[in-house]
């Protein structure tokens, strides 16, 4: 079966960093666009970023700029969500989600893409 798994998150102090991980199994994860999620407990899902088939081309959010980072090492298998200086805000878990289709555009976030990944929870204490 195919599974998605999103991975790497923990609980933090402010101002340290995370890597979060996004993995497949039977899903190479390099024919697909990957979008980042995270979602706090009551509210909306909120889109951080996107990432193309070949990591050439991405995506942010506005509020994800400069603390956000997508890569993607697809001789792993895996692409990466690197966040630094973590804010309480930024409490919430993390998911990924992959879809062959992939816009440079905040259309990027809405689209219904093909495969979620169980989340990973990232806890930031002040």
């Known amino acids: 079966d195919v599974q998605l798994q999103a991975s790497g998150g923990g609980s933090v102090q402010a101002g340290g960093s995370l890597r979060l991980s996004c993995s497949a199994t039977?899903?190479?994860?390099?024919?697909?666009?990957i979008g980042w999620f995270r979602q706090v407990s009551g509210k909306a899902r909120e889109g951080i970023g996107c990432i193309g088939q070949y990591g050439v081309y991405t995506y942010y959010a506005e509020s994800a700029k400069g603390r956000f980072t997508m890569s993607r090492d697809n001789a792993k298998n895996t692409v990466y969500l690197e966040v630094n200086s973590l804010e309480p805000e930024d409490t919430a878990v993390y998911y990924c989600?992959?879809?062959?289709?992939?816009?440079?555009?905040?259309?990027?976030?809405?689209?219904?893409?093909?495969?979620w990944g169980q989340g990973t929870l990232v806890t930031v204490s002040s």
């Open positions: 989600a992959a879809d062959r289709y992939y816009s440079d555009s905040e259309r990027c976030f809405r689209y219904p893409y093909s495969y």
């Open positions: 039977e899903l190479s994860l390099d024919e697909y666009g």
